[in-house]
C-alpha cells in the first residue's frame, strides 16, 4: 500500500474542521480500491472492522483528518506534499496524518491474523473543534469499545492521561440599593467568598501526570453604576479536569461547595486517565515507551472508555507552520503500534 502517496494526496486538499468532505471522498475512495471493501461512512467519518461484534473485546484506532488553518509564518505552500531530507512538508502532514496512516497500516497488519479482540480503524471529522459531525456520530455505529488508541503525534510516548475542560458560568444574587446609604447586599461581596473558594480550593485526588484540578475565575461582571449597589455579580470559571474525576462528579462536588448558582456549559470535554496497571500500559512499559501527561485535548476527551493516545511526530509542530512528519517518524510508528497491539489480552 502506497500510505505515503494517499497522505500526500490528503495534504493537497484542505480540510479544515467541518470542511471535510472532499478529504474524506478521498480515503474512503482509496481505501475501497486498494482492498478494504467493508468501509463504512457517517457523515465525513470512515470506519471498517475485522470481524463482526462478538463475545471479543472491541479496540478501537482513531484519528482524524480534519485541520487547522494554516498558520502566519509558512514559508511554503501548506497544500504541497515537498518530501526533503526525508521528511514530508504540508498542512496535516504531523496532525494528524502521519499518525493516520500509521494506524491505517496498523490495521491492516493485525486485522491479517487472528486476534483476542475485534478491531475498528476509523478517521473522523471535526477533531480540532470538538464538533458533534465527529467521534459523537460515529462511536454509536461500533457499539461497545473496550479500549481505544487515539492516533497523535506524541513522538510515540505513551498519553497516559489528558486534562479535560469545563466553563461555568457563575452567578452571585444580592439586593440593590443606594450606595450612600447602608441598603442592599452586595453581590460582589457575596461573590468574593465564591472566588476565593475557586481560587484556594485544592480536590484531594491529585494526578501523578497532570497534578491537581485546576480552577481559574477569568471574567466578571457586575453593576450598572456608581452609586447603586449591585444585585447580581457574574463571573466565570475555567476548570481543568486532571483525569481523577469525571466531569458530572465535578460539576456535583463544585456545586455543593459554593453559595453562588452554577450553570454548565458543557461536560462533553472530559479528562482521561489510563492506570499502570492496564495491559497497554504495561506492554508499552516493558517496550520502553515513556508515559506522560497531555495538556492539549484531543479525540481522548469525548471517549467513555479507556484510551492512550500515542502517535509518530511531535505535538509542538502541530499548528505551527512548514509542518512535517519524517517518513522513519511513521515507520517507526507502525512498528511500535503493532509491538502494542499484536496479541494483546484485555
Request: a negative charge; glycine letters at 10%; aromatic letters at 6%.
Given at each position: 500500500m502506497?500510505t505515503?502517496g494517499l497522505l500526500?494526496?490528503?495534504?493537497?486538499?484542505?480540510?479544515?474542521?467541518?470542511?471535510?468532505?472532499?478529504?474524506?471522498?478521498l480515503?474512503?475512495?482509496?481505501?475501497?480500491?486498494n482492498g478494504f471493501?467493508?468501509?463504512?461512512?457517517?457523515?465525513?467519518?470512515?470506519?471498517m472492522?475485522?470481524?463482526?461484534?462478538?463475545?471479543?473485546?472491541?479496540?478501537?484506532?482513531?484519528a482524524?483528518?480534519d485541520?487547522?488553518?494554516?498558520?502566519?509564518g509558512?514559508?511554503?505552500d501548506p497544500?504541497?506534499?515537498?518530501?526533503?531530507d526525508?521528511?514530508?512538508?504540508?498542512?496535516?502532514?504531523?496532525?494528524d496524518?502521519?499518525?493516520?496512516?500509521?494506524l491505517?497500516?496498523?490495521?491492516?497488519?493485525l486485522?491479517?491474523r487472528p486476534q483476542?479482540?475485534?478491531?475498528?480503524f476509523?478517521?473522523?471529522?471535526?477533531?480540532?473543534?470538538?464538533?458533534?459531525?465527529?467521534?459523537d456520530c460515529?462511536?454509536?455505529?461500533?457499539?461497545?469499545i473496550a479500549f481505544g488508541v487515539?492516533?497523535?503525534?506524541?513522538g510515540?510516548n505513551?498519553?497516559?492521561a489528558?486534562?479535560?475542560?469545563m466553563?461555568?458560568?457563575?452567578?452571585?444574587?444580592?439586593?440593590?440599593?443606594h450606595?450612600?446609604?447602608?441598603?442592599?447586599?452586595n453581590a460582589i461581596?457575596?461573590?468574593?467568598q465564591?472566588?476565593?473558594w475557586?481560587?484556594?480550593?485544592?480536590?484531594?485526588?491529585?494526578?501523578?501526570?497532570?497534578?491537581?484540578?485546576?480552577?481559574?475565575?477569568?471574567m466578571?461582571s457586575?453593576?450598572?453604576?456608581?452609586?447603586?449597589?449591585?444585585?447580581?455579580?457574574?463571573?466565570?470559571?475555567?476548570v481543568?479536569?486532571?483525569g481523577m474525576?469525571?466531569?458530572?462528579?465535578?460539576?456535583?462536588?463544585?456545586?455543593?461547595?459554593?453559595?453562588?448558582?452554577?450553570?454548565e456549559r458543557?461536560?462533553r470535554?472530559?479528562s482521561?486517565?489510563?492506570p499502570e496497571?492496564?495491559?497497554v500500559?504495561?506492554?508499552g512499559l516493558?517496550?520502553?515507551?515513556r508515559?506522560?501527561g497531555?495538556p492539549?485535548t484531543?479525540?481522548?476527551?469525548?471517549?467513555?472508555?479507556?484510551?492512550?493516545k500515542?502517535?509518530p511526530?511531535?505535538s509542538?509542530?502541530s499548528?505551527?507552520?512548514d509542518?512535517?512528519i519524517?517518513?522513519?517518524e511513521?515507520?517507526r510508528g507502525?512498528?511500535?503500534?503493532v509491538?502494542?497491539?499484536?496479541g494483546?489480552?484485555?
Open positions: 502506497d505515503i500526500s494526496d490528503l495534504i493537497r486538499i484542505p480540510s479544515f474542521s467541518r470542511e471535510e468532505k472532499d478529504a474524506c471522498d480515503l474512503e475512495n482509496w481505501l475501497k480500491n471493501s467493508d468501509v463504512r461512512r457517517v457523515g465525513n467519518n470512515l470506519w472492522e475485522s470481524e463482526e461484534p462478538s463475545g471479543k473485546p472491541t479496540i478501537l484506532l482513531n482524524h483528518i485541520t487547522v488553518k494554516p498558520s502566519h509558512y514559508t511554503r497544500f504541497s506534499p515537498d518530501i526533503e526525508g521528511k514530508l512538508y504540508g498542512l496535516g502532514s504531523n496532525d496524518g502521519g499518525p493516520l496512516i500509521a491505517l497500516e496498523t490495521y491492516h497488519e486485522a491479517a483476542p479482540y475485534r478491531l475498528v476509523s478517521a473522523t471529522a471535526e477533531e480540532e473543534v470538538s464538533g458533534r459531525g465527529g467521534m460515529l462511536l454509536p455505529e461500533i457499539g461497545e487515539i492516533g497523535e503525534p506524541t510515540m505513551m498519553a497516559v489528558e486534562k479535560g475542560l466553563v461555568l458560568d457563575c452567578s452571585s444574587k444580592g439586593k440593590s440599593g450606595a450612600a446609604r447602608n441598603e442592599g447586599i461581596y457575596e461573590a468574593i465564591d472566588i476565593d475557586f481560587r484556594s480550593y485544592q480536590f484531594p485526588k491529585v494526578s501523578e501526570y497532570l497534578g491537581p484540578v485546576k480552577m481559574s475565575v477569568t466578571i457586575a453593576g450598572t453604576q456608581h452609586n447603586v449597589v449591585p444585585d447580581e455579580c457574574r463571573f466565570v470559571v475555567d481543568r479536569p486532571n474525576y469525571s466531569n458530572p462528579e465535578l460539576l456535583e462536588l463544585i456545586k455543593g461547595s459554593v453559595k453562588c448558582e452554577v450553570k458543557s461536560t470535554i472530559g482521561s486517565h489510563l496497571s492496564h495491559p500500559v504495561r506492554r516493558s517496550l520502553g515507551l508515559p506522560f497531555s492539549t484531543s479525540n481522548q476527551a469525548l471517549c467513555s472508555f479507556p484510551t492512550l500515542i502517535g511526530g511531535d509542538s509542530r499548528h505551527g507552520p509542518e512535517y519524517g517518513l522513519d511513521i515507520s507502525v512498528e511500535i503500534y509491538k502494542l497491539l499484536d494483546l489480552e484485555l
